[in-house]
């Protein structure tokens, strides 16, 4: 098929020298992914985020792996709803074999002993807790991960 990995979701109407992020979260978290998503926006990337970006009759996984693949970075907010996700485990997977710079926040003390096997690689990463760092603090995180990445 040739549809087009684009649609006229809030990430798609932006130059494409913007720096690109894939939002990864469980549904759980989708209130807080708001929040991060506008933040985002507001210091200038595009977001790809599911409830704008993905349209009914997209193939799931295809869409979120190209997605991850067309990204610049990939944040994720990680938490035991989300490590329970097969597929917020996946693209969390995905995003890594792919070498795209990830920023993960959360609480790591409570999922630490959760990041096993293939999730092994999480430990390794400084994640930022939320209650340390606000939103803003997280998004300038984020802007020097894209940085020191290039």
Known sequence: ????????????????????????????????????????????????????????????????????????????W????????????AELVVAHRLGKPIVPFGHFDTIEHLLVGDLAFVKDMAVNNPTDASVFRIITNTIHALNHSQ
Not at 15 to 44: I, V, W, Y
Not at 78 to 89: K, N, P, Q, T
Request: glycine share 10%; charged share 25%.
């Open 1 to 76: 098929s040739s549809s087009s990995s684009n649609h006229g979701g809030n990430g798609d109407h932006a130059c494409r020298d913007q720096r690109r992020l894939f939002l990864s979260h469980p549904g759980s978290a989708k209130p807080l992914m708001r929040t991060l998503r506008n933040g985002l926006e507001f210091a200038g990337f595009a977001v790809w985020y599911d409830e704008t970006d993905f349209l009914p009759g997209d193939q799931l996984w295809d869409t979120l792996e190209r997605a991850i693949d067309d990204c610049d970075g990939f944040v994720a």
């Open 78 to 89: 990680i938490d035991a709803d989300y490590l329970g996700s097969a597929w917020c485990r």
